[in-house]
């Protein structure tokens, strides 16, 4: 089965940095988006940012400016740069994957979750 899992996450200061990451594994046949979504207290889960298969990417108004998507096809990777934390950041980030299994013949679509990642930005 698929599996995403993250790391990277923690306790920073208020303009501090974090670098979050999320492996993908398992039968992968084709990763056709990677990205993040987070959600903090009280509040529903939203789009951070994403990056698809050819390169582009796309971010929330509230982190743009300040967080980097970037990927690493080889090791089905995908990277979350954030600088300038803001206590507004706190929430706990989830690794999202659009991937397929199967097979060039039989092709499965899916959409895949990690299990989150604690971030907490402090004063």
């Known amino acids: 089965q698929v599996q995403l899992v993250e790391s990277g996450g923690g306790s920073v200061q208020a303009g501090g940095s974090l670098r979050l990451s999320c492996v993908a594994s398992g039968s992968i046949f ?3 988006a990677m990205g993040w979504y987070r959600q903090a207290p009280g509040k529903q889960r939203e789009l951070v940012g994403a990056i698809r298969s050819g390169g582009s990417t796309n971010y929330a108004d509230s982190v743009k400016g300040r967080c980097t998507i970037s990927r690493d096809n080889a090791k089905n990777t995908v990277y979350l740069q954030m600088n300038s ?4 950041d706190t929430a706990v980030y989830y690794c999202y ?10 092709t499965i679509p899916g959409d895949y979750w990690g299990q989150g990642t604690q971030v907490t930005v402090s004063s």
């Open 30 to 32: 084709r990763i056709n």
């Open 85 to 88: 934390l803001k206590l507004e």
């Open 97 to 106: 994957a659009d991937l397929d299994t199967g097979s060039y013949a039989y």
